[in-house]
């Protein structure tokens, strides 16, 4: 295997200095290829012709002052980090650190320096990364933007049959003047009456089978009541980090072999030709399902080009890009028919066997091996050869979800690479180690257990009036006790019960105890209090919620308007239909609604068209380092200003000191909550007077 290459720029006195530094950076792991300065000359020259990796800086020897060594980076525009090497460091090292240096390492202590170029090397590396995907980010949003914007397809964006996104193309087929007058109308209203019947049947179909390329042909309608045919192609996508389906509308005599290039251009890598990764994490996620189901076993080979740093130092990027477009021909000749080969990234490759036995996986396995090594590259008059290694993981009935699946097939590829490279390896479960499967099980019957033996138990956090009002009202917060009476958090068994049929069952336990609370209350000095409860999605999707809920608030004699419930906003989101009735049943009974996690997104007042809520719970994001975050603050203030122009009641939770309540009360926010006010605790008790 090829170490990461490292280009260190060592300010350094002697040559025998740097090849000191040169072997410790070797044996932490990297190739190395230096470079070395001695005035600031040669430091400024260095900069100018290139970014190194880390600065190597030996400030004592050759008497060069910290300060100036940051503000030549600074001048030159580099983003470097910066090991300082001292003979005799000081005890305290604030001074250098809040100078901009990232570590101080006493000269002659090469384990504290191995370990320093490690974790300084690969966190620049990451950045690095980081940067490179921004901008890739920010160009692809930009050439999306610019596709729907100037596409002749009319497209357009639903989420449980409302629009929340049109291109011009598609605002003008059916008249519309704008994108903001679509926003909300259902797909429904834009198919004529004798065809809503077979759209509604298809949408039911897709909603569960949720298949790229389905189409559908329907009659359409503008707003001025003009007919015509037309197709409407469905495919999954998503906005704003939130899935939605993809609707293009082509009328009869557009092409369909574009439509049939554009469709296999948004599943391939063009480089290779193999699939991409998007397309192959779907096909995992679907395989990962069917063999949870018992429906077929697969497996999942992390292939990986060795030497391919030499490669790409020997020949170049472009000739690096030729050798991994002809590997992936080569790869993709090599499996078993219906087998998915994917270019994952740079030069890993991923494959969805339908092999997975292990004597005929390893077969497998091995004849990658030897034709991968067989193989010869033609370069530039050069031919050359190199190896792979491979490493697998079974998807079976107990088998993780697909990011787990991704990292067994990484850490056996990392234990062939240790083994010197050249290699197959199939991961193995370590002694101990469950599915996702067995640990929902194991959480399933603990929460049976927990609610049969009486171990869940109500906690109550206040949400406090940051002006004058001395409202009494508690978030309602549960855990579990287990057998040695230690509290166990929701947040650790409660992604469990989300995916099984517990997450009802404890909706249910928290509303019914919650009501019992707030009927013993009742006669309390302080009056009843107004409690907030969260709902899980099951809940929120089962029919017999509402009856329910009302049967059990007549039992105890409490009235609506005592009760707030929260909805997470990706649920509402994804779940809007549902949220819509239930808001609309609660307000029947005067209760009221809270989106929690709000105001992430491009437009989080988008989805209040269609869920009009209460109370706004902003996400916690925004509390991060609040006093210090003027963007979060500046977010903070625009959306307040804007629910209050609505008639919305604005909450931030996770307030921890008190420097962020001051800043929200200037932002005009109407309660917080958190641990600085008071923890979730059994007893509700908190003194609301105290801020009033």
Known sequence: MVDKLLRPLMLVPNLNQAEELISSIKSAGFAVRPTMAQSDQELDEQLKQSSPDVIIAALEQLDFDLGTLMAHIEQAGRHVPVLVLLDHPPEDLCGYLDAGADDVIKRD??????????????????????????????????????LLASSKDAIAYVTDGMHIFANPSYLDMFGFSDSEEIEGVPIMDLVTHDDQGKLKTFLRHYGHENQAGESLQVHLVTLSGERFDGELAFSPASIDGEACTQIVIRQQ??????????????????MTGLYNRKFFMDQLSEANAKAAKGAGNR??????LDRFGELKEAFGISGSDLILAEFGKLLDENLPEGDIACRFEGNRFMVLSHTWEPKSLHKLMDHLLDTASNHIYELDNRSISTTVTIGAAIIDENAPGPNELLERAERAFTQAAEAGGARAQIYRPREGEMSQKQIDGIWTDRLRSGIKEGRLRLLFQPIVSLHGDSANQYDVYIHLLDEKDNAVPAKEFMPSAERTDMAKML????????????????????????????????????????PWLVGKMKEVHILGDRLVFEIKTGIAVNHLRQTREFLKGIHQLHSRLALEDFGIGANPFQLLKQVPADFLKLDAAYMVDLPNNTENQESIKTITAQAHAEGRLVIAQHVEDPNSMSILWGMGVNYVQGNFLQPPTERMDYDFSALS
């Open 109 to 146: 202590n090469h384990c504290h320096f191995k370990h320093a170029i490690a974790r300084t090397a690969n966190t620049q590396f990451t950045w690095r990364q980081l940067k490179h995907a921004q901008a890739t980010l920010r160009e692809a949003e930009k050439r999306c933007q610019t």
């Open 253 to 270: 005599g557009d092409s369909k072999e574009l439509e049939k290039q554009i469709n296999y251009l948004s599943q391939r890598d063009l």
């Open 299 to 304: 497996s999942l080979l992390s292939i990986v």
């Open 507 to 546: 909706d249910r336990w928290i509303i019914h105890n919650a009501l019992q609370k707030l009927a013993e209350t009742a006669m309390d000095d302080r009056g009843s209090p107004t409690l907030f409860i969260k709902l899980s999605a099951s809940l929120l999707q089962d029919p017999d919620t509402l």
